[in-house]
């Protein structure tokens, strides 16, 4: 199993911070960027191994590999995506099918949670994909929410689900099992054909729609943070310093 790490976006809503850097190689905790914490996650849970997804300012993340290769102890693979800036992130993942079949702990470029997760959904191993949940925090409007069915299944993943009938939260880190590869990926491409300004969560939608064997892994009360704009920002140095 391998790391993936999607860094290909341009974080617009943090203005000039991002106006030349990635979100993910922003500094979280001292010298530790976003970028960082995912390594070391997947570090700490066993791999060796992890893919960055790049698109806007590829070379500004291209130029520290070999040192965060040697901070994390991980051979690291770059996969760019030449459509990072006209498209949305459902085509990201799909630029790194290739990839799912030798089973994925993807995570979001922006997204600073705990190893916990990682752990998590690697207890939780057996669907297709496993997508870690947070039922402990309270939801409104912006949240990537799920309902999942009575056997675990889920159902629906969408920003427009009543948040008094979702299951929780998805947090933007996710398992790929090689058994899901070829479904995962027809589906992803099913739904950037359709319409490229789609997540890549709804190329998960696609998957369960189409039978696919789509899980979740509860998270428990755990401190992350999904880095859209600066008190997002805020937040995640304030968190990112406790582990």
């Known amino acids: 199993m391998i790391g993936m790490v999607l860094a290909a976006g341009a974080g617009s809503r943090l203005g000039e911070t991002t106006a030349a850097l990635p979100k993910t190689l922003l500094d979280v905790d001292g010298d530790r960027a976003i970028l960082d914490v995912a390594l070391a996650n997947f570090s700490h849970v066993g791999l060796e191994r992890a893919a960055i997804v790049t698109g806007f300012a590829a070379e500004r993340i291209e130029e520290r590999v ?45 997204t600073v949670h705990p190893p916990s997760v990682e752990e ?20 409104a409007v912006e949240e990537m929410k799920v309902h999942v069915a009575d056997d675990g299944r889920l159902e629906r993943i969408n920003k427009g ?10 947090i933007g880190v996710a398992l790929i099992e090689p058994s899901g590869a070829q479904e995962l990926a027809a589906a992803l491409e099913a739904t950037w054909r359709r ?27 755990v401190e992350w943070v999904e880095v859209d704009n600066h008190d997002d920002l805020t937040r995640a140095r304030e968190v990112a310093c406790r582990y």
């Open 66 to 110: 070999p040192a965060l290769q040697e901070r994390h102890g991980l051979e690291l693979e770059l996969v760019y995506n030449p459509k990072a800036l006209e498209w949305n992130n459902v085509y990201s993942l799909w630029c790194a099918r290739e990839l799912f079949a030798q089973g994925v702990l993807l995570a979001n470029g922006d």
């Open 120 to 139: 998590r959904l690697l207890a939780a191993r057996g669907p297709q994909v496993v997508l870690a949940v947070d039922q402990a925090k309270a939801l």
């Open 161 to 170: 689900i009543d948040p008094a009938t979702a299951h929780g939260e998805y």
């Open 195 to 221: 319409d490229p300004s789609l997540y890549y969560e709804d190329g998960f939608q696609e998957l369960a729609d189409r039978g696919g064997h789509v899980g979740i892994a509860p998270i428990g009360e």
